[in-house]
Antibody, heavy 121, light 108 residues
Framework: QVQLVQSGGEVKKPGASVKVSCKAS????????ITWVRQAPGQGLEWMGW????????NYVQKLQGRVTMTTDTSTTTAYMELRSLTSDDTAVYYC??????????????WGQGTLVTVSS | EIVLTQSPGILSLSPGERATLSCRAS???????LAWYQQKPGQAPRLLIY???SRATGIPDRFSGSGSGTDFTLTISRLEPEDFAVYFC?????????FGQGTKVEIE
């Protein structure tokens, strides 16, 4: 069965960086992309970007350009999301999710369990 | 960027009633690439509907999606106790992909 297992929660100070991992299993990793979505406490969902499981092409939301980097390791079928220069506004649950289709990803059919990143001094 | 506006913000209904949720886009959604997700407290979202009207695997047929262009609807024909949750729409026809702000379906 398809599973996306994320790394554990993190507490970071403002200005620091965080790197969240997402281990995929149960499907052919190159055939799908990974989308990253975050959700601030009590808020809605925010699409952060997408990375191809085939060739690591990326598509980031403009507001995070320059601060976010998404990567994959096909040998371990793991995706990573690094976010730099953290502020309190980055406090959120971060989800990785499998996206069908091509560039940018289509619908999201499987989700990881989420990783809480807390930014606090 | 396409802005999705969901209404109402909160829908108070009783089990067995019909729920109608709206998602309106600021511009036409390409190829009707519109999905609906359900999220319960402390859980990740779950895909219900994709392509505006196709049910995802394992989703009961009381959930249905309709619409095209800029106006989309999620209908739950008869609410079950497990359907009380927050529902989000998402467009994936253009970048950046965007989500609506959500509709909470609560027990009246």
């Amino acid at each position: 069965q398809v599973q996306l297992v994320q790394s554990g929660g993190e507490v970071k100070k403002p200005g620091a960086s965080v790197k969240v991992s997402c281990k995929a299993s149960g499907y052919s990793f190159p055939n799908y992309g990974i989308t990253w979505v975050r959700q601030a406490p009590g808020q809605g969902l925010e699409w952060m970007g997408w990375i191809s499981g085939y060739n690591a092409n990326t598509n980031y939301v403009q507001k995070l350009q320059g601060r976010v980097t998404m990567t994959t390791d096909t040998s371990t079928t793991t995706a990573y999301m690094e976010l730099r220069s953290l502020t309190s506004d980055d406090t959120a649950v971060y989800y990785c999710a499998r996206a069908t289709g091509g560039y940018g990803g289509l619908e999201i059919d499987y989700w990881g369990q989420g990783t809480l990143v807390t930014v606090s001094s | 960027e396409i802005v999705l506006t969901q209404s109402p913000g909160i829908l108070s209904l009783s089990p067995g009633e019909r729920a109608t949720l709206s998602c309106r886009a600021s511009q036409s959604v390409s190829s009707n690439y519109l999905a609906w997700y359900q999220q319960k407290p402390g859980q990740a979202p779950r895909l219900l509907i994709y392509g505006a009207s196709s049910r995802a695997t394992g989703i009961p047929d009381r959930f249905s999606g309709s619409g095209s262009g800029t106006d989309f609807t999620l209908t739950i024909s008869r609410l079950e106790p497990e359907d009380f949750a927050v529902y989000f729409c998402q467009q994936y026809g253009s970048s950046p992909r965007t989500f609506g702000q959500g509709t909470k379906v609560e027990i009246e």
